[in-house]
């Protein structure tokens, strides 16, 4: 089965610095997808990329895949404390396997101090 | 437009009782899946239902069980609670179509607490 490790588990930024989160995949990865979670809450979709070298941008945060598609990065520019919670990398494994069901990553927490 | 809704926002249960947990999908998907985010386990896929039917599901035991509707609302139905199953239950919906990539949106959750 896939796995995906995210690192770090956890970061604290000061208010308008940057920070990436990288999210590193077993196997290939069909569809990469973000999303940010506010502890105990729902998950908000971010972005989703696809395509080897993709990089999608909303806001001051983008994301790319890796060539080889094992790899992806969510990097945030200038960072707000809007942007503290928890970030998570979910993943479709396999083109049309049973189920569209999202492997996720361990998450990684994010803390911006102001 | 409205998007994923779920019910109850929190439920609290002794152990050996039954949780009902219900979600609603956004308007045109047909197809809900149903997390589980335990303390230190992360989000683990349960189910995932699409046009009324159970087409997948995750390492689970039976004792998880769920059923969709004619309008695809769900429900998730856990039997026997053990203190384990103490966790935020996550809803998701999307278009439902297996050969393409659906984002999948995310209710607010149903948090389950068993004592």
């Known amino acids: 089965s896939q796995e995906l490790e995210q690192s770090p588990q956890s970061l604290i930024v000061q208010e308008g610095k940057n920070l990436t989160i990288n999210c590193t995949s077993s196997k290939t990865l069909y569809g990469l997808y973000w999303y940010k979670q506010k502890y105990g809450e729902g998950l908000i979709f971010l972005m989703m990329l696809q395509k080897g070298g993709e990089e999608k941008s909303h806001e001051k945060i983008t994301a790319k895949l890796d060539e080889k598609k094992q790899q992806s990065s969510l990097h945030i520019t200038a960072s707000q404390p809007s942007h503290a919670g928890i970030y998570l990398c979910g993943a479709d494994g396999e083109i049309k396997a049973a189920g569209n069901k999202l492997t996720f990553g361990g998450g990684t927490r994010v803390l911006v101090k102001p | 437009e409205a998007g994923v809704t779920q019910s109850p926002t929190h439920l609290i249960k002794t152990r050996g009782q039954q949780a009902t947990l219900r979600c609603s999908p956004i308007?045109?998907?047909?197809?809900v899946y149903w997390y589980q985010q335990a303390l230190g386990l992360g989000l683990q896929f349960l189910l995932w239902?699409?046009?009324?039917?159970?087409?997948n599901r995750g390492n689970f035991p039976p004792r998880f069980s769920g059923r969709q509707f004619p309008n695809y609302s769900s429900e998730l139905n856990v039997n026997a609670l053990e203190l384990e199953d103490s966790a935020l239950y996550l809803c998701?919906?999307?278009?439902?179509?297996?050969?393409?990539?659906?984002?999948?949106?995310f209710g607010p959750g149903t948090r389950l607490t068993v004592l």
């Open positions: 239902y699409d046009e009324g039917e159970e087409r």
């Open positions: 308007s045109g998907h047909t197809s």
């Open positions: 998701a919906s999307s278009l439902g179509l297996a050969d393409s990539y659906n984002e999948q949106f």
